[in-house]
C-alpha cells in the first residue's frame, strides 16, 4: 500500500503529463478543493465540491491557461496531512500574460484518499494577467 506522500506524488506526475482522470480516479467522491483566487477574476478560482466539480476546477484551468513550467520542489508528510510546494508558470489565453507562481498545496487524506486540497499562492499577482 502506498504512503499519502506517495499517493500525492503519483498525482503530480499525472497532472505534469496531462493524466487528470488518473487525479479524478484517486481523489474521494466526495473531495473539496479550494483555489485560492477569487472566480469572479480567475476562471479556475474558487471551492470545487466533488469529482464533478473538481473536473470541471481542471477544464477551467485548461480553457484559460497555457502551462509552460510545473514542477514540485518539495514535499513535507505528517500522518494524513502532506503539503508540496513549487513552481506553475502559466500564459493566460485570453490576454497573452504570464504568470509564475510559486505555490503551496495542503492535502488532507481519509484512509489512503486524498479528501480535501487548498492551493495557496500570490493571488493578487496571478489575477493581473487574466484583465
Not at 470545487?48 to 476546477?57: A, C, D, L, P, R
Not at 510559486?102 to 494577467?129: A, L, Q, S
Amino acid at each position: 500500500m502506498k504512503t499519502n506522500k506517495e499517493i500525492l506524488v503519483a498525482m503530480y506526475e499525472a497532472f505534469s503529463i496531462g493524466n487528470i482522470p488518473y487525479i479524478l480516479d484517486t481523489v474521494s467522491e466526495n473531495f473539496i478543493w479550494t483555489d485560492s483566487s477569487d472566480p469572479s477574476l480567475v476562471p479556475h478560482g474558487g471551492t470545487y465540491h466533488g469529482k464533478n466539480e473538481f473536473g470541471q476546477f481542471f477544464q477551467n484551468l485548461v480553457n484559460s491557461v497555457d502551462t509552460t513550467l510545473f514542477e514540485v520542489d518539495k514535499y513535507i508528510a505528517d500522518g494524513d496531512t502532506v503539503a508540496a510546494y513549487g513552481k506553475h508558470r502559466v500564459i493566460a489565453k485570453k490576454t497573452g500574460k504570464e504568470s509564475l507562481i510559486e505555490w503551496v498545496m495542503v492535502w488532507i487524506f481519509e484512509n489512503g484518499r486524498p479528501v480535501k486540497g487548498k492551493n495557496y499562492y500570490d493571488t493578487r499577482h496571478h489575477t493581473t494577467i487574466f484583465a
